[in-house]
């Protein structure tokens, strides 16, 4: 399989927004009886490139969704977007998860669901044909779809690899 090369982030003096894609309730049972906790899927951005996911757990709510955003900051990667949309296509898998992201004309806006709408937002798409093809596991999902961000190319890198000029990539 190829080897995703990630453009990694500093969280550093960037003005980050988080959303919470997800809470889970876990419920220990022991002989003394139950205790319950809680995981928190949370995804951050700054609305124009960059975005990072990270999961939290804790005893408290709160305290599970101010862990995860720390953990989303530790990976947040570039995403490069041209015009408010993506450059090309893109397939990605995570597990049971398979996401499809297209890149749409001017206007369109998100089209994507819940987990995969709250990266792609992040990110500051806002022009975008998204689909969930496999499973609906928020956690892969989000991994599935941050993994085919990660592996988007900008046109004109693509020109450098294959030594060719940028028109010649646009026009095949």
């Not at 220990?28 to 949370?42: D, H, I, M």
């Not at 450059?87 to 995969?116: F, N, R």
């Not at 709250?118 to 499973?135: M, N, P, R, W």
Request: aromatic share 2%.
């Amino acid at each position: 399989m190829a080897q995703v090369i990630l453009n990694k982030v500093k969280a550093g003096d960037l003005e980050l927004k988080e959303k919470v894609v997800a809470i889970n309730r876990v419920v220990k049972t022991t002989k003394g009886g139950r205790s319950f906790s809680f995981s928190a899927l949370v995804v951050v951005g700054n609305e124009n490139g960059v975005v990072g996911h990270g999961l939290g757990k804790a005893k408290e709510v709160q305290e599970a969704i101010t862990k995860g955003i720390e953990d989303a900051k530790k990976n947040l990667i570039k995403v490069p977007v041209m015009h408010g949309t993506i450059p090309h296509d893109q397939l990605a898998k995570e597990g049971a998860a398979k996401v499809l992201i297209k890149p749409a004309a001017h206007g369109t806006g998100v089209i994507a669901g819940g987990s995969m709408r709250a990266v792609l937002e992040s990110a500051g798409i806002t022009d975008v044909l998204a689909k969930s093809l496999g499973s609906a596991n928020p956690h892969n999902v989000v991994k599935a779809t941050f993994k085919a961000l990660a592996t988007l190319k900008e046109p004109v890198q693509v020109a450098k690899t294959r030594t060719v000029s940028l028109k010649k990539v646009f026009n095949g």
